[in-house]
């Protein structure tokens, strides 16, 4: 998450305690603010360490989103990728 666990809304945070059993890690950023370039930093993150990603942009042409951000960095680091348009 780009923040921490502290920032997110109650409902995030009751999820996060009910799986607590099932959650090997919490990785926080701690962005100093929750804006585009945190999720950007937070994207990036997860890709590296991913082995694959599978993205699901919206239907449509390919566009400047989060997730066509994602997809495209993972394709600059030659990682395989499964996109689903929803």
Known sequence: MPGTV???????????ERCR??????I?????E??????HARNRHMVDRAQMVIGFPLEGP????GTWQ??????????????VPV
């Open 6 to 16: 502290g920032q997110q809304p109650a409902e995030a945070r009751q999820a996060i």
């Open 28 to 32: 926080e950023l701690h962005a100093a």
């Open 70 to 83: 994602t997809i495209n960095y993972a394709s600059s680091q030659g990682k395989p990728r499964l996109i």
């Open 34 to 39: 929750l804006l585009a370039p945190a999720y």
């Open 21 to 26: 059993d099932r959650i090997g890690e919490i």
């Open 62 to 65: 390919e566009g400047t989103s």
